[in-house]
């Protein structure tokens, strides 16, 4: 697309909108309807039916692929939606190596949905790709990789990865949330599909549940057009329009996001009741050469551990901060503070969750655009309430 070689903010801004052709109008107008009367039988102005084509869903489509520097965007009804399409590519016998820690919601398509429909799915520390290399067999369709990943922000190697995954001829999807297309861009780094949860930074209001797909190949996109189309899960025109006007900001945000992030998590690391803070940008991070090399900045979500581990003294936190809304979901502008244990991570057995790290004491946060100031005290009467 024309626009995919602008800088970052002005990409975002005129991704996908053209004043609308009946009157002008500079953004994309809602268009609330289910069907478009036809001049005669077959003869249309390349829509029938809003299920297969809508004006606002194809603009933020094209949006989407304009963002990530694809040639294709699809817009689901949710995150899970944009995953459940690209799973069902496959076919019974087929396998999928996919990370040890994954959105607990994909974890859960996976393996309470699909696996009934004879598909494999091998978890591996995808955090070493030769863990991902050892698990390749003739059966590999697909590679499905998270990162940073959520709430341990831990790190895979995009490029390597495409690298494993071109060799077995296999597709490689990565959800790409965590990051936005602002900070990274995984089909640059040979990722064939890039999946978003576009309630997240995308969105960037929480006021709208919506899943993206992008990708660059003409017969994988029809293949997903066909899934989209027929199993249904599209989202509605107001939602649509709800996402494209993210989009417009989301430089902006994401700016503020990563500002913010690097001042909370050194106030963090720094506090003398804190024992650990999980944050991709510190330089002794397992993998922080390798996220310096794929992602542009380090955003607003991390995690910590008081040494006080104590769901106890975590629920003290929890429940004394005022600006950090105690939450599920995240990339909001609104800063939300988090308890994986019993809340994003419940469905997780607890030897099996403290097995992945993750301890009953851990907090997330997704660190919101107010005055870090602002965040910064907040969190630190929080803490010293203990
Ligand atoms: C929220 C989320 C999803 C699921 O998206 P929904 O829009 O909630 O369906 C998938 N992956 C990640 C990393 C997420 O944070």
Redesign the pocket.
């Known amino acids: 697309m024309s626009n995919n070689n602008k800088k970052l903010g002005t990409k975002f801004i005129h991704a996908g909108t053209v004043p609308d052709p009946s009157t002008g109008a500079i953004m994309t107008p809602i268009y609330q309807t289910s069907t478009y009367v036809q001049a005669a039988p077959g003869v249309n102005q390349g829509y029938e039916y809003a299920r297969s084509q809508n004006p606002t869903r194809k603009a933020l489509e094209d949006a989407f692929a304009i963002i990530e520097n694809g040639k294709h965007g699809l817009a689901f009804s949710?995150?899970?939606?944009a995953?459940d399409a690209v799973i069902k590519l496959l076919n019974p016998g087929d396998e999928v190596i996919c990370a040890n820690d994954m959105?607990g919601?994909?974890y859960r398509l996976f393996t309470k949905v699909f696996e009934k429909y004879g598909i494999k799915f091998i978890y591996v520390d995808t955090t070493d790709v030769q863990n991902i290399q050892a698990a390749v067999t003739a059966k590999t369709k697909l590679i499905w990789i998270?990162t940073p990943t959520?709430p341990l922000m831990n790190i895979t190697d995009i490029a390597a990865t495409a690298k494993i995954s071109k060799a077995a001829g296999a597709i490689l999807c990565v959800?790409n949330?965590?990051a936005s297309p602002y900070l990274q861009n995984p089909l640059n780094l040979g990722a064939d599909i890039v999946m978003h949860?576009a309630?997240?930074y995308l969105g960037g209001h929480s006021d709208v549940?919506?899943?993206a797909l992008m990708l660059n190949d003409d017969t994988l996109r029809d293949q997903l057009y066909f899934i989209q189309k027929s199993c249904g899960a599209v989202p509605g025109p107001m939602d649509c329009f709800l996402v494209l006007r993210g989009i417009k900001t989301l430089h902006v945000r994401m700016k503020a996001h990563c500002e913010n992030g690097i001042i909370v998590a050194n106030f963090l690391r720094n506090h003398p009741k804190v024992e650990r803070v999980y944050w991709c940008g510190f330089e002794d991070h397992p993998n922080n050469d390798i996220a310096k090399a794929q992602m542009r900045g380090f955003g607003g979500m991390m995690s910590f551990v008081l040494k006080d581990d104590s769901i106890a003294a975590a629920n003290k936190v929890l429940t004394s901060t005022k600006l950090f809304a105690l939450a599920e979901?995240?990339g909001g502008v609104e800063s939300l503070i988090n308890h994986p244990a019993t809340m994003t991570h419940a469905s997780i057995p607890r030897e099996e969750r403290i097995k992945n790290g993750l301890a009953d004491g851990l907090i997330r946060l997704s660190v919101g655009i107010e005055d870090a100031e602002d965040l910064v005290e907040d969190l630190r009467v929080a803490i010293e309430a203990n």
């Open positions: 949710s995150g899970v939606a995953t959105y919601g994909t998270e959520n959800d949330t965590f949860s309630t997240k549940i919506q899943g979901s995240l």
